[in-house]
């Protein structure tokens, strides 16, 4: 492939420190992705996609050629051909999540919301976990932009099972945690899926979490007591181990999160916030973990109380690699 690159390339009149570049790219090489990205944006966007669509003639499977093609035709104010482009290359392979990305990219870019919102019935065909995890990027970017009313189909892909009044009062939950409203978000609490449905339950404070941790340290207090107004501080009964993000992974880069939560009457535990990490790869990871935990309640002369907990995620590399997760209240 490398030497059919060459000859095509510099048959069509390329100099040679040009083909160097698309062949970077067709390679994957992250730094000089990251580079041509740049480029871009310094007004060379033209050139880059001159250099983007060769490479794209001789691999149109080329995720990093396909990726700076689309993003140079937007900056060339040539949005639609840039959307036409993505379409045919994710057409090619629909079971790839990183096309359904860059395709979700576009759309977050282009600010083309509604279409961004469609993309739920595509990410339905992905096989797992791509599905799960597009499809709760796809609220986040929605809500991120205050178009938390387009949520509701990504939402009932998730949690198919919850009441349409249930998803309703997540998606309005999601709303309020984006306007920073932590009382309204817990005032849709009681509506979201019941006990006795643990997967939409846990799912619902997932995408709940997740939302709050991309606010990261300016979302108000909760109305927790803290930890030492407690008779008795809560007890971790269940955790979950975060997922090592497959980006820090390859790159073998360690980390941590701290996360504000609120541990509920309930023992189930609500992310309300970021207060530092190292490295934000991580923040999606340790939101999703916490969500998860369980405790035997904090009480105050007996009885249940929603306690306001400081949690510590870390990510260690080791031979596998695995993760471990720390508590510190």
Known sequence: MLATLIRFLLSAGLTW????????????????????????ENGEAAEVFRLAQKAVEVDPDSWPANDLRWRA???????????????????????????????????????????????????TILPEPGRVEELRSTIDRLCGAGQCE????????????????????????????????????????PAFPPVDDPGSRTEARILV????????????????????SLTKRPELVGKVKPIYPDGARRAKIEGHVIVRALVLPS????????????????????AEAVAQWTYKPGTIEGKPAAVDYVIRVDYWMENDPATKATRTP
């Open 17 to 40: 420190s040009a083909l160097s570049v698309v062949h970077a790219a067709n390679a994957a090489n992250i730094r000089e992705h990251t580079e041509l990205g740049l480029r871009i």
């Open 73 to 123: 035709l937007v900056a060339l104010s040539r949005p639609d051909d840039a959307e036409a482009g993505l379409v045919r290359w994710a057409d090619r392979n629909r079971s790839d999540p990183s096309r359904a990305e860059a395709l979700l990219d576009y759309y977050e870019t282009t600010k083309r919301w509604d279409r961004l919102a469609a993309m739920t019935s595509w990410l």
């Open 150 to 189: 387009l949520a509701a189909a990504p939402v009932r892909e998730l949690i198919p099972h919850a009441t349409e009044p249930a998803r309703t009062a997540i998606v309005r939950a999601l709303d309020a945690v984006g306007r920073k409203d932590i009382k309204g978000m817990l005032a849709e609490l």
């Open 209 to 228: 979490s997740r939302r709050a941790a991309a606010i990261r340290k300016d979302l108000p207090t909760t109305g927790g007591v803290a930890p030492e």
């Open 267 to 286: 023992g189930e535990v609500l992310v309300t916030g970021v207060l530092s990490w190292n490295n934000p790869m991580f923040i999606d990871s340790a």
